[in-house]
């Protein structure tokens, strides 16, 4: 199968099929008012159609670079958020030590994703993601003992 028609073009369909693995068929389908037969259809000739295909590719490595500066943005303005309303804070309310205990907690959880994430990646290219420097915001200089997980 093909592109069909004059009005087919490959970075519309591209676009329409990452769309779609990224918020669902019906979503992607409304957001490029086309039906989800449409993106069905599209997402096949992204598998048989080599420009298609490429298109798809880059269309992805986008979407990566763009999700993980995001991230690191919003991880960034998080801790600074949690360290003014820690600061501000009551240091004796027991509902507000423990809202900064389960934020603080969600952050850990975050970051050491983030690091199973980079060793992952580093063990399947042999190289770690450097796109926006280490998760737990150090310099990413060597520490005296690594870190293990069990």
């Given at each position: 199968?093909?592109?069909?028609?004059?009005?087919?073009?490959?970075?519309?369909?591209?676009?329409?099929?990452?769309?779609?693995?990224?918020?669902?068929?019906?979503?992607?389908?409304?957001?490029?008012?086309?039906?989800?037969?449409?993106?069905?259809?599209?997402?096949?000739?992204?598998?048989?159609?080599?420009?298609?295909?490429?298109?798809?590719?880059?269309?992805?490595?986008?979407?990566?670079?763009?999700?993980?500066?995001?991230?690191?943005?919003?991880?960034?303005?998080?801790?600074?958020?949690?360290?003014?309303?820690?600061?501000?804070?009551?240091?004796?309310?027991?509902?507000?030590?423990r809202?900064?205990?389960?934020?603080?907690?969600?952050l850990?959880?975050?970051?050491?994703?983030?690091?199973?994430?980079?060793?992952?990646?580093a063990?399947?290219?042999?190289?770690?993601?450097?796109?926006?420097?280490?998760?737990?915001?150090?310099?990413?200089?060597?520490?005296?003992?690594?870190?293990?997980?069990?």
């Open positions: 199968m093909g592109l069909r028609g004059p009005n087919v073009d490959p970075e519309r369909v591209a676009q329409i099929v990452v769309d779609a693995s990224l918020i669902g068929d019906e979503a992607a389908a409304k957001r490029h008012n086309v039906s989800t037969k449409t993106v069905g259809r599209y997402r096949d000739l992204a598998q048989s159609d080599e420009v298609v295909s490429k298109l798809v590719a880059a269309k992805w490595e986008a979407a990566d670079k763009d999700w993980s500066v995001g991230l690191s943005s919003a991880i960034k303005a998080q801790i600074e958020f949690l360290n003014r309303a820690a600061t501000s804070a009551s240091h004796t309310d027991p509902e507000v030590i809202e900064v205990t389960g934020a603080l907690k969600t850990a959880d975050v970051a050491l994703t983030s690091r199973m994430l980079d060793a992952r990646i063990n399947r290219t042999g190289q770690a993601r450097e796109a926006d420097g280490p998760a737990d915001g150090s310099t990413g200089e060597e520490q005296d003992e690594p870190a293990t997980i069990q």
